[in-house]
C-alpha cells in the first residue's frame, strides 16, 4: 500500500486548506486512515482518525473544530478540512493507513508528509 499526501502550502494565519491523501494498492475492506503531524522539535501527534465505515476518532486536543477528516471510499481517499489556521499548525502532515482485517492484519504505512506552513 502506498499513500500520496497533497495540498499543503503556505498560507496565512486565519486561512484554510484541504490536503488530501489517497491510498494505492492493497488496502483491506477494513481499514482506518488518519492524519498525523509533526512539528519542528515536537514528537508526532494524532489530528484524526477514520474508519472504511465512517467512523472518526478525534483525539481531545485536537476537538476544537478547526479541522475536519472526511473520506471517499470509493477513491480510497481522505481529507483532512483544515479552517482558521494558526502559526502553530506549522508542520509537516502524515497519512496513514492500518489494516483492520486480512492477512495483512495491523500492517501500517505512512505517506511521505506535506509541508504545512501558516504565517502570521
Known amino acids: 500500500v502506498q499513500l500520496q499526501a497533497s495540498g499543503g502550502g503556505l498560507v496565512q494565519a486565519g486561512g484554510s486548506l484541504r490536503l488530501s491523501c489517497t491510498a494505492s494498492g492493497s488496502l483491506f475492506s477494513e481499514n482506518a486512515m488518519s492524519w498525523y503531524r509533526q512539528a519542528t522539535g515536537k514528537s508526532r501527534e494524532l489530528i484524526a482518525r477514520i474508519k472504511e465505515d465512517g467512523a472518526k476518532e478525534i483525539p481531545r486536543h485536537m476537538r476544537g473544530g478547526r479541522f475536519t477528516i472526511s473520506r471517499d471510499g470509493s477513491k480510497n481517499t481522505i481529507y483532512l478540512h483544515m479552517n482558521n489556521l494558526r502559526p502553530e499548525d506549522t508542520a509537516i502532515y502524515y497519512c496513514?493507513?492500518?489494516?483492520?482485517?486480512?492477512?495483512?492484519?495491523?500492517?501500517?504505512?505512512w505517506g511521505k508528509g506535506t509541508q504545512v506552513t501558516v504565517s502570521s
Open positions: 496513514h493507513a492500518v489494516q483492520l482485517g486480512g492477512k495483512d492484519y495491523g500492517e501500517e504505512y
